[in-house]
């Protein structure tokens, strides 16, 4: 058996580890494909939210190391998925408020 077969004590396996990186490189790979390939604006469209998927997945790669516990993967994932909700959420409300004290309505 290899070093990569042998599980530590606790938390995850090196190969566990290694999936979790490898599957969040080949995220980022396939979506950089999409973007670049010239066939289909479909493909694009999908690449592109892709992209910012693989961006924020790739903020768990430091954590993708044997002994790390898969919670802490897990939870670092849902760190990253809430602080995007919430800056999503101030650039609509901020984008809303600006329609309503900069936008003057037509005729008024």
Known sequence: MSERDTAPASG??????GAIEFTIIGLCIVALVMIFQ???LVLFSIGSGLVFLGAMAFNLVPLAVPG???RSVVMAGLIVLLLLVVVIGLAMLSAWLYGVYFVKPVGG
């Not at 995850?12 to 580890?17: G, H, L, P, Q």
């Open 68 to 70: 790390v516990p898969v």
């Open 38 to 40: 010239p066939f289909a």
């Open 12 to 17: 995850m396996s090196a190969r566990t580890a």
